[in-house]
Structure formats: C-alpha cells, structure tokens
C-alpha cells in the first residue's frame, strides 16, 4: 500500500476510534458525577471531579439497600437462566431432530412468542398471579420470567442442535440408547458453547428488566437492583447527587460481565442472526 | 416405540409457555371485551373498549407517537450501524475494539439509560447543554426532553445509542459473509470505495438489512422504559406510547379490562407489521 494510502487509514482510523469514544462519553459522564459532590457539580459540570468523592456511594448504599437487592437479582437471574436452559434445551431436542408438521409448527409458535411484546401478557399474569398467589413471590417472578425467555432458548438451542451431526445420535441408537439417554449423554454435554452464550443474553434481560419485577412485586425485601434504582432516584426531582452514584452501581455487574464476556456477547448477536 | 413419543421432551416447555404465554393472552383476549376493574366481576361491554382507542385522538395520537418513534429509531440506528459497519469493515485494525465499544450501551438497562440521558438533557446545567456552551455553541442549549418538539427525537437518540452497537455487529457479520474475491476484483476493476459501497456491498448486506430492521423494529415498538422514566409521556403528550398508555390504564386508573383492550391492540400491530416486514423485505433479498 501506498505512504499515503497508509497514512488515511490512519488517520481514518484515529477519527473512527474517536467517534466511537464519543459515543461512550456519556458513560464516562455519569462515572465521572458519581465522584462529584452537590456543589461542585453546579460549578463545574463538565470538568474532572476534584477528588474521588465518596459520599454519594455512601448515601446511596445506605438508602438503597444494594446488597439486598443484588442477591436478590442475582437469586432470579440464575433461577431463571437454569430453568430457561434446561427446558430450552429438552424441548430443542425433537424440534432440532424432527422435520415433521408438528416441528414446524411449533417452531413458529416459538417465533410468534419472541415478537410479542411482554406487555400483552403483562394484564393477565397479574391477574393470573393475584388468584393464585403467586403475586410478590419469588417462584412468580422467576416463572414468568422463564416464560419470557423460553422462545429465545428454545430458539437458540434448535439451531444449534441441528448442528451437532445425527450420525452421533444414531450411533447411540444401535448401542440401544433410548431418546433420553441419548440427550442426556450425547447432547447434552455438547450444549456447553450454546448454554453459555444463552446464559449471557438471559442474565441480560433478566437483570435489567424493570415492568415486570415492577409490577410484580411490592415487598420491599425482594426488590431487585433495576427496582432499588428507581426508588431511590424517583421520578420527580434530578438530584445527581442520588442519580449518577445508583446509576452505576446498577450497571456494574453487568458492566464487568461484558468487559469479561465480549467476545462470546458479540459472537452470539452475530451468530443468532446469521440463521 | 411411538414417533411422537420424543415430543414428550418438549412439555415442561409447553406447560410453562401454556400457563404462562398462551393463556394470558387468551385471557387477554378475553378481558379486552369486559369492563373488569381488578376486583369484582367483570361485565362484558362488547366491542366498547376497541371503539373507546379507535375514536378518541388520545389513542390514536399514542398510535402516532409509537409507529413514528420506531421509525426514527430504526432509520437511524440502521443508517449508523451501516456506516459503522462500513468503515470497520474497511479498518480491521481497530474492528474488534470498536465493535465491543459501541456494544457497551446495550449492557446497560433502560432505566439507567433513562436516567443517565435525562441528566445530560436536562436544561439546568446538564451535559449536553453545557457542552454547547463550552464549545462557545450556546446557541445550541435547549429543553431538549421538555419541548414537544424534541422530546421524541432526544428520546430517540438515547434509544440509538443503546442499540447501535447491535445493528453494527449483525452488519459486520453480513460483511464477513461477502466473498473476498469479489471485493478484490472490483477494487482491480479501479471502482472507488463508494461504487464499492452502493453497488456490491449494500445489495450483498441484505439479509443483514432485514434482520435488523425487523429486530429494531419489534424491539421499538414495545418501548417502555426509556419513555416513563425520562418524561412520563410528556410534555403534552409528544413521548405518550401506546405502553405507557397500558401501564397507566393497568396501574394509574385499575381499568383492566381497557388495558387488555390496548395490549391486544399493541399484538395485532406488532406482529402484522413484523410479518409485512419480513415479507417484504425478504422479498427484497431475493431479488438482489
């Protein structure tokens, strides 16, 4: 390539990383105000914090009761994220594996269930859930949640057990495996990729999600972190002091998983939607 | 042995989804022709919640402001992912740092999101408009969430950028899947990076196009969050989508009934508009 040819790339580059910087300013900002104390954010709203003020964590972990509601979310999230992988998994089996009008349909009524939006079953579940009990509970919760993301893990897993060669299947077929032994022993082990790139988005959805646990639940004990946050900063008054602190220790955990996790993140949009 | 016995692996899945899917819809279905109010029995009214949103401006207003914001959202998220994509594909230096970049926001919640983006709005000092000041652009300081006329769009802007990252990621995917050899011949050919762009690259993305329109698209319409939190559908009604009418009927006035209306409403819409959509824009890829 050229001096010049190189040089643009460069250049280039440079302008299209800066670009890109750009757009994560804003979450530089609010990590930014978070140190920051009440005065000071008027003075100066722009600038460095003097110093790494503390106070406002301090006011907000003591107002919001955050460790209460990080387990809690954590709690949900892993309930969740099992129940959606195992039943997903089990029900992708004959999907994957039949090509019958009976597969097909059911394919289309997981596809129905991914474009419908939650809020149309978000009247009836509480309804449902208000008869039978299971309003402010956990189990209530972690099961229409569940519900929730089935589509999407009964999704993933067919594409990706149709995958795995049948030849492996039939090979334990003739050692006499029944269909479920030969999930339990053959298939299952090989989900390993699928279930953790599915673990990631549900924990995603499920740890930020803010109608459902919304709605759903008024004890305070079991609020999650989503929940907490918006207690805590309210709905009325923009004080950033309380804002930019409760802001960040409610993007935190998933903030570190992405930072841990990109690349099987990216790779799994990417893989979903290149079916 | 029989054939279907190995559907039995699919019934935890479709008792849940039955119990916690299926059914509430029917019951949905069912509420939206009564005039339940959450305790009590519900009487049936007939057709009278379906007239009530397709007559009143209320609702048909909230109908506007949905269909509209999801456009705004999707032309924009989808020109920017493409020229993100475009530019990476040609910078695989920086691609992979990039991509994971512009995919941060979308680790974040809508709440957070909401709040963040209604600080930096804020007329009282808040980053956006003390930028314009510092950069000697005060000209540019507004009530960007308290005007109506650019409470949808700054909503639509924060909703971009969560979402970017994701439309850049599947068009570079699309890119991964154009062969080589075909870039290399057209670049022999002498054709510019632009011809490059309109003529090979763009058709060849199709599929990519359809994905993330139909996906932006039904991820728009269901939006709640970003609007409740950042301006409760206001100022004058400009923010109000059809969810916010939902949960204000549900919660704000106990109309039960009326909100399973509105929620059947919001299904028929989605899934008509997802369904044109990838009619047509696979129709689309077929051609090209």
Known sequence: MSLRGRATKILLSMAVVALVLLMLLPVAYMVMMSFKTGPEIVRDPLGLPEGLFLGNYANALSKMSYARSVINSIGITLSVTVLVSFIGALAAYPLARRTSGLSRALVLLTALGLSTPAFVTITPIYVIFREIGLLDTYVGLVLAFTALNLPLAVFFYTSFIGSIPVELDEAARLDNCGDFKIFWHIIRPLLGPATATLSLFVMLMVWNDFTYPLLLITDEDKFTVMISVYRFVGNHTLSPEDLFPAAVLGSLPLLVLFILFQRRIVAGVTAGAVK | MGKYRIYLFTLPAVLVLGIFFVYPILLSLRLSFTDFTGVGIPKDVGWKNYERIFTRSRYLDALQVTLLFTLLVVTLQTAIGLCFAALLHRLPAIRHFCRAALFMPAMMSFVI???????????????????????????????????????????????????????????????????????????????????????????????????????????????????????????????????????????????????????????????????????????REARL
């Open chain 2, 113 to 283: 999101v909401g709040y963040v983006w209604q600080f930096i709005y804020s007329p009282f000092n808040g980053g956006l408009n003390a930028a314009f000041g510092r950069l000697g652009l005060a000209a540019f300081q507004h009530n960007w969430i308290g005007d109506p006329n650019t409470a949808l769009l700054a909503l639509g802007f924060a909703h971009v950028w969560m979402f970017v990252g994701y439309t850049t990621a599947i068009f570079l995917a699309g890119y991964a899947a154009i062969p080589q050899d075909l870039d290399e011949a057209a670049r022999l050919e002498g054709t510019s990076g632009w011809q490059r762009f309109r003529h090979i690259e763009v058709p060849l993305l199709a599929p990519s196009f359809t994905i993330n329109i139909v996906l932006s698209t039904i991820g728009t319409l269901k939006t709640f969050e970003l609007p409740f939190i950042m301006t409760r559908g206001g100022p004058d009604g400009a923010t109000r989508t059809l969810s916010l009418h939902i949960i204000d009927s549900l919660f704000g006035k106990y109309k039960f009934g009326f909100a399973s209306a509105l929620s059947i409403v919001m299904l028929i819409l989605v899934v008509l508009i997802a369904y044109i959509q990838n009619r047509v824009l696979r129709a």
